[in-house]
């Protein structure tokens, strides 16, 4: 599998900050799951400023003895949910807390990861700054998206940046998302997994939308 760490650097040093690296969280359970599931996201809650990271490792070292590692819970439990949901066919009712059952965090191993922001961001994500950095990284996200090939592609409030490029037609209406299937993939344009919405509701809405369009 194609390593991007190279373009992510340049990226860092195009926007003068230390770049913070994502894609496959650990390939050998990448490879293994059915299906494969990208996470499209804005940018890391970090300044970035003093030294890069790589997500790949935090996102590997996520569990802790009581659950999802402190100051993480709230973007990457509705992740953890949704992608337990689709991988293992688990309904919300018998969805464990991580914090009761930490070792549903390992669901995240089989997931790629990547954001928009190649560079640190803050706790709230300015949309001009947004915009600057995916048409800097467009190529290399697209890139990313085609290496990775996954079968279903959940945009956390960033497809918008991708829809012409992507060429998909009219998305179909799941409650609080949108989905469509194309080319054997399914493309699902979600709220953040940290938005305000019920954790129910942006678990089932995803689900519902997977379910209906899947094979």
């Known amino acids: 599998m194609k390593n991007f760490d190279k373009e992510i650097e340049r990226i860092g040093e195009h926007f003068g900050k230390p770049p913070i690296f994502d894609g496959i969280v650990s390939e050998k359970d990448y490879e293994k799951a059915e299906p494969k599931i990208l996470w499209i996201l804005k940018d890391a809650n970090s300044t970035g400023e003093e030294e890069s990271y790589d997500l790949r490792d935090a996102i590997n070292n996520l569990k802790t003895e009581y659950g999802i590692r402190k100051g993480w819970e709230k973007t990457f439990s509705n992740i953890i949910y949704v992608t337990n949901g689709i991988l293992n066919q688990t309904e919300w009712e018998n969805m464990p807390y991580p914090k009761d059952e930490p070792s549903i965090i390992n669901v995240l191993k089989q997931i790629a990861y990547i954001n928009i922001k ?9 949309e001009s700054e947004l915009n600057e950095h ?10 990313q998206i085609v290496e990775f090939n996954p079968d279903v592609v959940i945009f956390g409030n960033t497809y918008r940046f991708f829809k012409n490029d992507l060429g998909l037609n009219q998305m179909n209406i799941f409650g609080t998302c949108h989905a469509i299937a194309k080319a054997d993939r399914i493309y699902i344009d979600a709220y953040h997994p940290n938005a305000r919405i019920a954790g129910k509701e942006y678990f089932e809405d995803i689900l519902k939308a997977y379910d209906a369009l899947k094979k």
């Open 118 to 126: 190649k560079v640190g961001g803050g706790s709230k994500s300015v």
């Open 134 to 143: 995916f048409l800097k990284s467009k190529e290399l996200l697209i890139n």
